[in-house]
């Protein structure tokens, strides 16, 4: 562990903690599809740097940021799919709202 760790992790884990808030409180609350995955992309960004901390902080700096690539990697995956998803929904309902899903027939 490094001797300015605690320091660091206090100061950095008080972001982190209102980043994972804000991506968690925007997926919950929001009914726009838009605002739901703006909310997943500021929880992935949370646990990013969350990942980097934590690496930075116990001396394993490359296996965090190989961790934290991957994480960005799949991240970008998942919202593209998201983002497809969207566009189907947009393109049969001619809306973004949540709860015009539930007239949605398949």
Request: aromatic share 4%.
């Amino acid at each position: 562990m490094l001797p300015d760790a605690p320091e660091l992790l206090s100061l950095f884990g008080i972001g982190v903690v209102l980043t994972l808030l804000v991506g968690f409180y925007s997926v919950l609350t929001s009914q726009n599809l838009i605002r739901t995955l703006i909310g997943m992309e500021v929880l992935t960004k949370g646990v990013t740097l969350l990942i980097i901390v934590v690496g930075y902080v116990v001396g394993q700096i490359a296996l965090a940021q190989a961790l934290a690539i991957t994480l960005i990697i799949i991240e970008v995956a998942v919202i593209v799919v998201a983002v497809g998803i969207v566009l189907c929904v947009h393109k049969h309902t001619n809306s973004i709202d949540t709860r015009d899903l539930g007239n949605l027939k398949g």
